[in-house]
């Protein structure tokens, strides 16, 4: 039993994912600190949809952070001149590494939810990276994390004076999208409220193509639950 | 030896440790790209020295990184309630960390500067920490450091890809302020253009009672070398 109201810092990208962790989270009986990136990303509909589901998740704060990825580049996702690909493919294999991978995005993520939970006495850092269908990104992998957290617990207060460990918590990262879906299912989630799409239309719509959104259908698909996300009108 | 002109990132404060720092990748061949952090810190001098040292050393680039430390606050440093303390005490051992230190900063300066290595296909990442005469941060010990560099080299395409692995270079870990600025001499720094006070006078003046100028008076009595820094007037 954790004390009633322990706070935990969730990120969130307003997606499928992140949007079960929270929920997980609350289930729990943390108290939820929801942190967002604002990173040049072209998919800003993402933190309508964070700011969406930490008021409908009853989030304690909801902390966006600007951070500055454009000028380093690298990616589909931060680079204008990079495009999004589309395809019917599975997703690549964890030897190669899609476009779309944001270098040392995760690493990013979790220092600055570290800091914020360092001061927040938060000992609970909750992600909602996936290792089974997710995009070949090398750091969603549970080795990963398990090094994050050990560097995290040796570079905060928490290594030098003896407090409670940091925990990177991540309890999606052995289940399937469709294992995740029913799982916040059964927490009550509205999923029509969250947005996965790398390349959604101007209004936030879908575009039903590019690997995100592929990996999403295919979980309701396999879920036996009907897709609640609007995509764009397919015209090719 | 190294290829001529491998890049390698350094992160720079524009104070002396990060100078020194700097100065040592460029003996070694490295092309110096430096990076600096705006995180609303009351010592924004630090910027402009920054950006003096990288022109002065010869920088490829010089970037400047804007985080909202403000915002997470819990240190003397970023927010502008908590005072910084002035001591004439040796600085604090391990077990007590003053309240100067920054939640998780080495964390996200180091997180920052992985990001800018992949994109830049560099593979050493240098960093000024000291865990001699430094201040009981938690994130300037070699074991932090050596967890952060396993953690990197997971988190990257490195980690997948079976690329040159990723190093943390902390050249001066184990050294003396006295050795610090002997080998930087030798290197033929300027000290004069550098800045480490963290309260400065609005001219950018060093305070000379923070630990920070403390560790500095020191380092160059101890070296025999006369203390370029300019200091405030003592009117207490």
């Known amino acids: 039993m954790i004390p009633k109201k322990s ?16 929920a997980i989270a609350k289930n729990e009986g943390y108290a939820v600190y929801s ?3 604002s990173y040049g990303q072209r998919h800003s509909h993402e933190l309508a949809a964070a700011a969406r589901v930490a008021a409908n998740l009853g989030a304690v704060d909801h902390f966006i952070i600007q951070i500055d990825l454009a000028r380093i580049g690298g990616s589909a996702l931060t680079d204008k001149t990079i495009a999004v690909p589309k395809s019917v493919k599975a997703p690549m294999s964890a030897s190669r590494i899609p476009i779309t991978y944001v270098p040392a995005r995760n690493t990013i993520f979790l220092s600055y939810a ?19 269908d997710y ?15 050990k ?6 207060r928490a290594g030098v004076e003896g407090r409670t460990p940091i925990r990177i918590r991540a309890p999606l990262v052995k289940l399937s999208k469709a294992q995740i879906i029913q799982q916040g299912m059964a927490l009550g989630i509205d999923y029509s409220i969250t947005h996965s799409c790398y390349d959604p239309s101007m209004e936030g719509l879908a575009c039903g193509h590019c690997d995100s959104c592929l990996l999403r259908k295919k979980g309701f698909k ?3 639950v009907a897709d609640p996300t609007r995509y764009q009108q397919r015209t090719r």
């Open 114 to 132: 570290l800091s914020w939970a360092e001061v927040l006495k938060a000992y609970d850092i909750f992600i909602g990276v996936n290792a089974i």
């Open 35 to 37: 942190l967002s990136f």
């Open 7 to 22: 706070p935990a810092v969730v990120l969130s990208s307003g997606g499928l994912d992140s949007t079960t962790v929270m």
């Open 151 to 156: 560097m995290a617990n040796l570079a905060t």
């Open 222 to 224: 396999e879920a036996g």
């Open 135 to 149: 995009s070949g990104y090398p750091d969603c992998r549970p080795e990963y994390l398990l090094a994050f957290e």
